[in-house]
Nanobody, 123 residues
Framework: QVQLVESGGGLVQAGGSLRLSCAAS????????FAWFRQGPGKEREFVGV????????RFADSVKGRFTISRDNAKNTVYLQMNSLKPEDTAVYYC????????????????WGQGTQVTVSS
């Protein structure tokens, strides 16, 4: 069992940056890959990116590639999503999710979820 709590969301102007954090409970943190998903108003939940068990590998959706990075600190049981050059279309609720397969990009393939944190990018 893993419990996830996201934080760091807020309102930012276009071109700005935010860093989201996802704090995980439990002693099995390093056994999971962690992904970030987002869901904008009236949209499906979409994959943003994922970090591997060790943190040495990451993958991203094309829409955020080059602007977002993901890192993890296994000693602190925390995953981070650094978002730079934000655009209004990045406005969404951002969710952290834990899973077992680094190559999965569909929401239902992840076992544990946080409650989400709102990111709003103004133009």
């Amino acid at each position: 069992q893993v419990q996830l709590v996201e934080s760091g969301g807020g309102l930012v102007q276009a071109g700005g940056s935010l860093r989201l954090s996802c704090a995980a409970s439990g002693r099995t943190f390093s056994r999971y890959v962690f992904a970030w998903f987002r869901q904008g108003p009236g949209k499906e939940r979409e994959f943003v990116g994922v970090v591997s068990w060790s943190g040495s590998n990451t993958r991203f959706a094309d829409s955020v590639k080059g602007r977002f990075t993901i890192s993890r600190d296994n000693a602190k049981n925390t995953v981070y999503l650094q978002m730079n050059s934000l655009k209004p279309e990045d406005t969404a609720v951002y969710y952290c999710a834990a899973g077992s397969d680094y190559w999965r990009t569909v929401a239902y393939e992840y076992q544990y979820w946080g409650q989400g944190t709102q990111v709003t990018v103004s133009s």
